[in-house]
Nanobody, 126 residues
Framework: QVQLVESGGGSVQTGGSLRLSCVVS????????MAWFRQAPGQEREGVAS????????KYADSVAGRFTISQDNAENTVYLEMNNLKPEDTAMYYC???????????????????WGQGTQVTVSS
């Protein structure tokens, strides 16, 4: 059974940084596609970044490109989201997600992921 556990959220001021972690159990990272999503109150969940099995290809939402970096540590079976130059509009609950099967998929479509973590809150104050 695949399980995801996020951590690293918190409250920072504009321009600050945070690093989110997602510990994966039940499967190794070379067999899944991982992504980070976020959801602000009253808004739809949106894809933030994804990383393909093996960790060689990444994708980012336009709103975070150049500020956020997704990476993975295969030895630790953990996926990270490094967030720099945070803005108030980055405030949201951040979720780690795993796609456990191959086939055509859209990296930022939440229905294309099979396993979700419980989320970690990120709050950016101005």
């Amino acid at each position: 059974q695949v399980q995801l556990v996020e951590s690293g959220g918190g409250s920072v001021q504009t321009g600050g940084s945070l690093r989110l972690s997602c510990v994966v159990s039940g499967v190794t990272l070379d067999r899944v596609f991982m992504a980070w999503f976020r959801q602000a109150p009253g808004q739809e969940r949106e894809g933030v970044a994804s990383i393909l099995a093996g960790g060689f290809h990444t994708k980012y939402a336009d709103s975070v490109a150049g500020r956020f970096t997704i990476s993975q540590d295969n030895a630790e079976n953990t996926v990270y989201l490094e967030m720099n130059n945070l803005k108030p509009e980055d405030t949201a609950m951040y979720y780690c997600a795993a796609r456990t099967s191959a086939g055509a998929w859209v990296w930022n479509k939440d229905s294309h992921y099979h396993v979700w973590g419980q989320g970690t809150q990120v709050t950016v104050s101005s």
